[in-house]
């Protein structure tokens, strides 16, 4: 493979950028695993939110839960199927040889990621709507029933509410990144099983540290850096006053993570040998 | 000129399962990235241990706790109404009430009429007046009935139910040396006893005399989200007054200091003793109250080290699909069975080996570090310490076998690896670290998912005689240390079952 990338007549060619998409597209479209991914996506956060609002009780007011928080939280495990999801859209290709022939068909390696980035975020959005949308409704319909009702402070779930906007729009902001994040690493690591376990580390180990973390000055900024605690404050809807990090603050740091994740992916790919 | 032929050194087959060990074992070996990672994985766990944020909260708040004659943090704060007794002696008194005052959520009210359920009103030998000095008290509680207890961890019952004008309990305590021995009755002529304490190094002249306590207010019925309460205080009414020596002038202390707004005190008309007081005589634990922290918690890079294995573990299997050396592997031993327990052997070995060592490190160097930044870790004896290690190790090496039994079955390193961390993490997640679930759902999590495991390092004891939040959030698991790592191998057995089982039936 040549170092350097081919640059062709057609550099700033609009028809170039989409025929990368159109391809990435394709592949996305025809891969057997995408649509099942994406249905999992759908079937693990909706499930595991409307476990966690079953299990969640409210018996009077000021009872300090977040039935947002509670109704979302499928999103833990939703974002490792994203995560699989996005480390295979490249980490996939590596393990089957068959970034050979995608570099060989659009040489131009950003063109190339940023088409991959592109259909990714799509799909995951699109997932992760209907994936955030039915376990609103699922906890809209469950958590009344265990005492979030208006007498405790708790009108019904609802998106004309702007903090559950937030929270909603949030969450589906936060798996689309969750997918770049994933992205980013696995071009840089190249390696699907490798990529996998670095992505659910940098999620799943900041929380784990943050809490076995006594000092609570430490534990504050380690809940203020980390990708999963950060980007998830954007589903705060009570108590906002408390928490370490503001919710569109957060979900910034985890556009930051992203970002450099992306970064250092592109980069690499730029430089090394496919 | 002769030429010999060409004869393999090997020898023939059929190989023996020594065989394939060592074959696996070349395999492992020889993957340079693999052995980085159990080292890498190793030193995650040592690095967790020894970082800068490893405090107690303890030395932000600046507290600190007398240590009682077991070498334990304790509570011991109390209204003491006390006379010196030299020698052998005996006290006798009848307890005709215990009332209390609890607090109300709403920050700034009044308390409110109420008695915390281990609200203790009674008599007590102590050594001094000196907290965490040994003793031995017999008291009426606001619901545990008459309790004999001593040098804070012991407590055995007495006659059960609550005291009142009509229903009075009479106490007795009586030094025979290092003896104590504590009697209750109902009536002042029918006594019955309780226990027995030896308090080994008893001066010659104890402090005897009526004390009352009440601990801290908690209320935990709204789940984690809500725990509140507050300081609670409790009054004892005593008479009937026996000493078995010559009686001397009482003096009232309170002991362990007065807090701000204290109100104890005590007072006494015609032989009938009013003592107020508040605090506790008991073990301090970790929790809503808790100050110290407990030797868990210089293995949090257990996790960070469990994930690095995983994806060895993982890809210890998915690698041999991947490269197609899977048919190389089944050409040269065809029971496949014998291939996924050798793999198993190695694979269990190896994380096993790099996990007793770092967790060793991390154990006893991360407690060095947390002492050195001034924070109180909860004691426990060498044999808990080589539990929490040994069982860490295991707890790392079983996840890692399960690993390598889930890449067999998906056959794909990267859903191998996310099923695995997903599968121990997320529970725990969900019951400790960010507990969202209440604690009832969250300690049937924690018997049934893998992450049950992590009881193995539980070190904190639950006293039955101390109200608290005995949570999964707060270090204590549901199920004792082995019986939550036999969970995990249980897992480890079904994972394994299923991979013989699609090993044999599948086309490699």
């Known amino acids: ?274 | 000129m002769t030429v010999t032929p060409y004869q393999s050194r090997l020898r023939e087959g059929p190989y023996g399962f020594a065989d394939l060990l060592h074959a696996e074992w070349t395999k492992f070996r020889t993957v340079r990235g693999w052995i980085i990672a159990v080292i890498v994985g190793g030193l995650a766990i040592v690095a967790f241990a020894l970082a800068p944020s490893q405090q107690g909260s303890c030395n932000v708040s600046g507290c600190s706790a007398p240590v009682g004659p077991g070498g334990e943090e304790v509570s011991d704060s109390f209204y003491f109404v006390h006379q010196p007794l030299a020698g052998n002696g005996s006290i006798t008194v009848r307890v005709t009430s215990l009332t209390g005052q609890i607090p109300v959520p709403v920050p700034g009210a009044a308390m409110r009429a109420g008695l915390v359920p281990w609200a203790k009103a009674g008599i007590i030998i102590k050594a001094s007046t000196s907290p965490g000095s040994a003793y031995a008290a017999m008291m009426v509680t606001g619901s545990h009935g008459v309790r004999m207890q001593y040098d804070f961890t012991q407590d055995r019952p007495g006659i059960p139910g609550a005291v009142s004008a009509t229903s009075p309990r009479w106490l007795r305590l009586t030094r025979s040396g290092d003896t104590i021995t504590g009697y209750d009755s109902a009536d002042g002529t029918h006594w019955a006893q309780v226990g027995t304490a030896t308090l080994a190094g008893l001066p010659q002249v104890a402090q005897v005399g009526l004390f009352t306590t009440s601990p801290q207010y908690l209320q935990t019925s709204l789940g984690e989200a809500s725990i509140s309460g507050g300081p609670s205080v409790a009054t004892g009414v005593f008479d009937h007054v026996g000493l078995s020596w010559p009686r001397g002038a009482w003096a009232g202390d309170n002991v362990g200091g007065s807090s701000p707004g204290n109100t104890a005190g005590s007072s006494q008309a015609a032989g009938t003793f009013t003592v107020t007081g508040t605090g506790d005589i008991a073990p301090v634990v970790s929790g809503g109250g808790g100050a110290g922290v407990s030797i868990a918690q210089t293995l949090v890079g257990t996790f960070a080290g469990l994930i690095v294995l995983v994806v060895v573990g993982a890809m210890f299997m998915t690698a041999e699909y991947r490269r197609r050396l899977i048919r190389v592997t089944l050409t040269a031993a065809p029971r496949r069975g014998r291939v996924l327990a050798a793999k198993a052997v190695i694979i269990g070995g190896v994380t096993f080996g790099a996990g007793l060592v770092s967790a060793a490190i991390a154990v006893i160097l991360g407690q060095r570090v947390l002492r050195g930044n001034g924070a109180y870790v909860y004691p426990a004896s060498a044999l808990t310490q080589v539990r929490v290690i040994v069982g860490t190790a295991a707890v790392l090496a079983v996840t890692a076998v399960i690993a390598l039994a889930i890449g067999t079955i998906l056959r794909r390193g990267i859903g191998a690896v996310a099923v695995v961390v997903v599968v121990i993490v997320l529970p725990y997640m969900f019951t400790v670290a960010a507990p969202i679930l209440p604690p009832g759902p969250a300690d049937w999590l924690l018997r049934l998912s893998p992450a049950a495991a992590f009881a193995v390092q539980q070190t904190l004891i639950q006293y039955p005689q101390v109200t608290n939040t005995y949570t999964a959030a707060y270090g204590y698991y549901p199920l004792p240390p082995w019986a939550g790592l036999a969970v995990l191998c249980a897992w480890a057995a079904l994972a394994l079952s299923l991979a013989v089982f699609l090993l044999r039936r599948r086309d490699a």
């Not at chain 1, 493979?1 to 700033?12: D, E, I, L, N, Q």
């Not at chain 1, 833990?76 to 490249?90: E, F, K, S, Y």
């Not at chain 1, 592109?118 to 209907?130: K, N, Q, R, Y």
């Not at chain 1, 799943?204 to 809490?211: D, E, T």
Request: positive net charge; hydrophobic residues 55%; aromatic residues 4%.
């Open chain 1, 1 to 274: 493979m040549s170092r350097v990338p081919a640059r062709g007549t057609r550099r700033a060619d609009p028809q170039y950028a989409g025929h990368a998409l159109h391809a990435e597209w394709t592949k996305a479209r025809t891969a057997g695993g995408t649509i099942w991914l994406l249905l999992a996506v759908i079937a693990a956060t909706v499930a595991v939110g409307s476990a966690v609002a079953t299990a969640t009780r409210c018996p009077a007011a000021g009872c300090g839960q977040d039935p947002a928080k509670a109704s979302l939280s499928g999103i833990d495990l939703g974002q490792a199927v994203v995560a699989i999801l996005a480390v295979l859209a490249i980490g996939g290709e590596y393990g089957t040889g068959m970034i050979l022939l995608t570099l060989t068909a659009i040489p131009r390696r950003t063109t190339m990621l940023a088409a991959k980035a592109a259909i990714l975020t799509g799909l995951v959005m699109v997932a992760s709507t209907v994936a955030v949308l039915g376990s609103l409704l699922a906890g809209r319909l469950i958590l009344p029933g265990h005492g979030f009702i208006p007498a405790h402070g708790y009108p019904l779930l609802s998106l004309a509410d702007g903090p559950y906007l937030r929270a909603a729009a949030g969450s589906v902001l936060y798996l689309g990144l969750v997918g770049l994040l994933g992205l980013g690493i696995a071009t840089a690591i190249r390696d699907s099983a490798v990529a996998i376990g670095v992505v659910l580390g940098l999620l799943y180990l900041f929380p784990v540290a943050a809490a076995a973390v006594a000092n609570p000055h430490w534990q504050r900024h380690l809940e203020q850096i980390a990708p999963m605690s950060a980007g998830l404050a954007i589903q705060a809807t009570t108590g906002l006053r408390g928490v370490p990090i503001s919710p569109w603050a957060g979900l910034g740091v985890l556009a930051a993570w992203a970002a450099g994740a992306m970064l250092a992916g592109g980069l690499l790919l730029r430089l090394r040998d496919a």
